[in-house]
């Protein structure tokens, strides 16, 4: 499976589908290598990337837990 770590847009290129673009662009790369699915990492407190992912398709599957000592 294909997996994306990290999608930053700068901020003044925000809102004009790069980000959408981008992963669109990853998704044909990922297809062309035959993986059959696609994970990303979103920040929990990040809802902004969030909803981006989920609009993208995205769905959530895992969740991961921090504390710190």
Not at 21 to 33: G, P
Not at 37 to 59: D, I, K, L, Q
């Amino acid at each position: 499976s294909g997996r994306v770590v990290e999608l930053v847009v700068n901020p003044e290129h925000r809102g004009q589908n790069v980000g959408k673009r981008l992963m669109e662009a990853m998704e044909a790369f990922f297809r062309e290598k035959q993986c059959v699915h696609v994970r990303v990492e979103c920040f929990a407190p990040n809802t902004v990337a969030h909803a981006f992912y989920e609009t993208c398709g995205f769905s959530d599957r895992t969740i991961e837990m921090l504390k710190s000592l």
